[in-house]
């Protein structure tokens, strides 16, 4: 907790110390109101159902719920807000499932900030490359494993919705290996050109979401 803890005075925040004992183990907790007057609370190990955030990340707040309050001994119907320090990182996917030309991406990319951090493109990666990333989240398009490009779907009279222009092997692949803690080099379905461009390299984020029109 101490990464925290200096976090928190170098950012000028008052705080104060706990310690909840849960299965009987104890659990350091730091209690303290960000600018906007939440109480946030820092665990150093997930005993709560959120997501965990590295421990230099105080910019990701996920919100609880009443009855869990009430659990925890809090008597407020406010819906307080904890976000973790949590050491161990695990990889969380979430898949977005919507027909083609819909807005998914666009949306994803105006959801990637409510995660953390703003959104860029994939470093040295290709600037037509739907892949989002930010410091908590990447967001996988998956018309990138469309298994045929724009020429051969016309060729062999298939669309991209059809199960046959995906590669749907090297999807479960790389989607396991990065919820794995595996990086991999995802290929790129470039819309603008309609063929397949050379790959980019996925890191296992804390979140993962994969969007395209068929994640599950």
Same mark, same amino acid.
């Given at each position: 907790m101490g990464a925290v803890e200096k976090k928190l005075e170098e950012m000028e925040m008052e705080y %104060? @110390? #706990?310690t909840v004992e849960e299965g009987g183990i104890k659990v350091d907790q730091l209690f303290f109101h960000d600018p906007n007057g939440f109480m946030i609370e820092i665990c150093n190990c997930d005993i709560l159902p959120v997501i965990p955030l590295p421990s +230099?990340? $105080?910019s990701g707040y996920?919100?609880?719920t009443q009855g869990r309050n009430s659990n925890r001994g809090i008597n407020s119907g406010r819906s307080y807000v904890i976000k973790f320090a949590a050491s161990d990182r695990h990889t969380v996917l979430i #898949? /977005? %499932?919507a027909d083609l030309g819909c807005g998914k991406t666009t949306f994803m990319r @105006? /959801?990637?900030? $409510?995660? #953390? #951090?703003a959104s860029e493109p994939p470093k040295g990666g290709n600037p037509d490359s739907n892949t989002i990333i930010s410091h908590t989240t990447t967001v996988v398009c998956l018309d990138d494993y469309h298994y045929l490009d724009r020429t051969g779907r016309k060729d062999k009279g298939v669309t991209a919705l059809d199960p046959r222009a995906n590669d749907f092997d090297l999807m479960y +692949?790389? $989607?396991k290996a990065i919820k794995d803690g595996i990086a991999v080099q995802k290929p790129i379905y470039n819309h603008v050109i309609g063929l397949l461009d050379p790959? +980019? /390299?996925i890191k296992p984020p804390t979140i993962l979401v994969i969007e395209g029109l068929h994640p599950m």
């Amino acid at each position: 907790m101490g990464a925290v803890e200096k976090k928190l005075e170098e950012m000028e925040m008052e705080y %104060a @110390r #706990g310690t909840v004992e849960e299965g009987g183990i104890k659990v350091d907790q730091l209690f303290f109101h960000d600018p906007n007057g939440f109480m946030i609370e820092i665990c150093n190990c997930d005993i709560l159902p959120v997501i965990p955030l590295p421990s +230099d990340m $105080v910019s990701g707040y996920y919100s609880t719920t009443q009855g869990r309050n009430s659990n925890r001994g809090i008597n407020s119907g406010r819906s307080y807000v904890i976000k973790f320090a949590a050491s161990d990182r695990h990889t969380v996917l979430i #898949g /977005l %499932a919507a027909d083609l030309g819909c807005g998914k991406t666009t949306f994803m990319r @105006r /959801l990637t900030s $409510v995660f #953390g #951090g703003a959104s860029e493109p994939p470093k040295g990666g290709n600037p037509d490359s739907n892949t989002i990333i930010s410091h908590t989240t990447t967001v996988v398009c998956l018309d990138d494993y469309h298994y045929l490009d724009r020429t051969g779907r016309k060729d062999k009279g298939v669309t991209a919705l059809d199960p046959r222009a995906n590669d749907f092997d090297l999807m479960y +692949d790389q $989607v396991k290996a990065i919820k794995d803690g595996i990086a991999v080099q995802k290929p790129i379905y470039n819309h603008v050109i309609g063929l397949l461009d050379p790959p +980019d /390299l996925i890191k296992p984020p804390t979140i993962l979401v994969i969007e395209g029109l068929h994640p599950m």
